[in-house]
């Protein structure tokens, strides 16, 4: 449902479906990262889980940091529609 939302969203800047685009892979992660969050406000203990979130979180602090260097345009505009914070540059 969301999913379908940021699809139609981004797909209308590229002109088509692109499913391998850094704006598209953000957009999944994210999804991702949100539904886990609230998985954990049930399940405290689950480690495993937290495991692949840690790891959900370095994949999408990667695509961010590149899609900032590539075109700081998009990245900001990425950034306000998913309501995510900015990375910390070093």
Do not use: C, P, W
Request: aromatic share 6%; net charge positive; proline share 0%.
């Amino acid at each position: 449902m969301v999913k379908n939302l940021f699809i139609s969203v981004i797909s209308q800047e590229a002109k088509e479906k692109n499913s391998g685009s850094v704006e598209f892979q953000i957009v999944s992660l994210t999804n991702k990262i949100r539904r886990l969050t609230s998985h954990f406000e049930l399940h405290k203990k689950d480690y495993l889980s937290q495991r692949g979130l840690r790891k959900i979180l370095g994949k999408r602090q990667r695509q961010l940091s590149y899609l900032a260097k590539k075109n700081r345009v998009r990245y900001k505009e990425l950034i306000s529609q998913l309501a995510i914070r900015e990375l910390k540059t070093r």
